[in-house]
């Protein structure tokens, strides 16, 4: 099996999520619900939202926040997961609960395993 990596997309505010407190209440059972179909059938390797506060390191220095695309889109969580194929992971990403608000997305990436020599 292939892990891969989800990385879920979110529009913010100038200093933090758009989603509200009772959004994230609201929404809990339903991510409850998907991220709970992924490990019931022993597919989820890790998962966790992602604080807003954040620094970028480069080879111009330290800048504090988050990086954002153009249009206030940031990354606001993940998940790591297995399977055998990419399709069955764009099947899930399909109703993931990030996809109500606008604007969002979910990313799959393939993680490539170290060599181990």
């Known amino acids: 099996m292939k892990e ?17 407190s009772q959004d994230m209440a609201e929404d809990m059972p339903r991510w409850q619900s998907w991220i709970g179909n992924i490990a019931m059938q022993g597919k989820l390797v890790h998962t966790a939202p992602i604080e807003y506060a954040a620094s970028i390191v480069s080879n111009s220095g330290v800048k504090a926040g988050p990086h954002k695309e153009t249009n206030t889109v940031l990354v606001s969580g993940f998940l790591i997961c297995k399977s055998d194929s990419l399709e069955e992971v764009q099947e899930w990403s399909k109703s993931c609960p990030i996809l109500k608000y606008p604007n969002s997305s979910v990313e799959i990436r393939p993680l490539i395993p170290f060599p181990i020599s």
Not at 11 to 20: I, K, L, M, P
């Open 4 to 20: 891969y990596l989800l990385l879920f997309r979110n529009a913010s505010a100038e200093h933090g999520y758009v989603t509200t």
